[in-house]
């Protein structure tokens, strides 16, 4: 296939993924209800931690925290820490099968679609929520171009990892007739090594080397620490650079979980 017709086909389905997003806007505002909500109590429990530890813990004080806070209920609409997605229940239904017919690629295409639309919910839910870190949470972003270019690259990368990740999760109905399980137990992996909770750096030194030797901190805790500044100039390109070899890397076995898959698929009633 060549290059030109690759993009146009990619960026037609980026652009289904971001109109499709944009029609669901009363879930959008309940997700930003909800992650401003969870926010406030975060934020609560956060800077009381920092003021116990007296005025600073793991290298984070009232601002840093705050901001990483904000950011990373910012980022939780965007960002696939669920391990769920239209690919898991097209497989389950058999209605894969009619994927596979198409001359397209399944792995890049699907997550095409997934990431504009995942990208589309910064817009009503990850703006509102910074915005409001700032105002009332006492947030700092950077202003150095450089630093908040990093940063938006990072939280590009961190959303298509993340779908790319949870790409392996769907295409394990190859196998698994039920793959409900296995989104479950990534759910609560990638929370927490993601730096959901609490930031990865506050770990034990034996589970944050378990966390960096996943993708999972690349999806959340590396574009909270580019964004708010906490990472800056050569630190922060090196960070980009780790995202962007996991995306390499979950993206080779993607394509080689596909081959296989395609040889071993079973539709049931089909």
Do not use: C
Not at 225 to 246: C, T
Request: hydrophobic content about 55%.
């Amino acid at each position: 296939m060549r290059a030109r017709v690759w993009f146009r086909i990619h960026r037609r389905m980026f652009l289904a993924g971001w109109r499709r997003g944009s029609r669901y806007r009363a879930a959008a505002l309940g997700g930003l209800v909800a992650n401003a909500t969870f926010g406030f109590l975060k934020a609560s429990i956060l800077v009381a931690a920092v003021h116990a530890g007296g005025g600073s813990i793991g290298g984070y004080d009232t601002a840093s925290i705050a901001a990483y806070t904000w950011l990373s209920q910012a980022l939780l609409g965007s960002v696939n820490l669920s391990g769920r997605s239209d690919l898991a229940t097209r497989m389950k239904d058999g209605s894969i099968a009619v994927d596979l017919l198409r001359p397209v690629d399944l792995q890049t295409v699907t997550t095409a679609q997934e990431v504009g639309r995942a990208l589309f919910a910064l817009l009503p839910r990850a703006v509102p929520l910074i915005l409001l870190g700032m105002l009332v949470g006492g947030m700092r972003l950077p202003v150095d171009p450089v630093t908040l270019g990093l940063g938006v690259v990072s939280v590009v990368s961190g959303v298509t990892l993340s779908f790319l990740t949870v790409y392996l999760v769907a295409v394990a109905g190859f196998w698994m007739l039920e793959t409900r399980g296995l989104q479950t137990a990534y759910m609560i992996l990638s929370g927490f090594l993601a730096g959901l909770f609490v930031p990865v750096t506050l770990f034990p030194a034996w589970l944050l080397a378990v966390a960096r030797a996943t993708p999972f901190p690349s999806m959340l805790q590396t574009p909270i620490d580019v964004l708010s500044g906490r990472l800056s100039g050569i630190p922060a390109a090196q960070a980009v650079l780790v995202q962007l070899a996991w995306i390499a890397g979950t993206l080779a076995v993607g394509q080689l979980v596909t081959r296989a898959g395609r040889r071993r698929l079973e539709v049931q009633g089909g």
